[in-house]
């Protein structure tokens, strides 16, 4: 059972930067997961944005294909996602969690990331 933490969020400007990172817990297997990234914005349904195979291929959604990169520390338990060139758009709680997700891997509380235009 994966029981990510969420961090790094805030409050940026469009064209800024951040990193977010997930500590997920409760899991001796992480490093055979795939792990991804999902967000969700107001009104709208959370998607997977990133994901990272065990053998550390990622693979992207068109919407931030060439600005994110997901990346992973299997010695932390700990899945990254780096944020470039950030747009208004990107404004949502980020997540962390197993892909496809498993009914038994809870999801953490997110962590906000804040486009100002």
């Known amino acids: 059972q994966v029981q990510p933490v969420e961090s790094g969020g805030g409050l940026v400007q469009a064209g800024d930067s951040l990193r977010l990172s997930c500590a997920a817990s409760g899991t001796l297997l992480f490093s055979m997961n795939t792990m991804g990234w999902y967000r969700q914005a107001p009104g709208k349904q959370r998607e997977l944005v990133a994901s990272i195979t065990s053998s550390e291929t990622s693979n992207y959604a068109d919407s931030v294909k060439g600005r994110f990169t997901i990346s992973r520390d299997n010695a932390k338990n700990t899945v990254y996602l780096q944020m470039n060139s950030i747009k208004p758009e990107d404004t949502a709680i980020y997540y962390c969690?197993?892909?496809?997700?498993?009914?038994?891997?809870?999801w953490g509380q997110g962590t906000q990331v804040t486009v100002s235009s």
């Open positions: 969690n197993t892909v496809p997700r498993r009914p038994w891997d809870s």
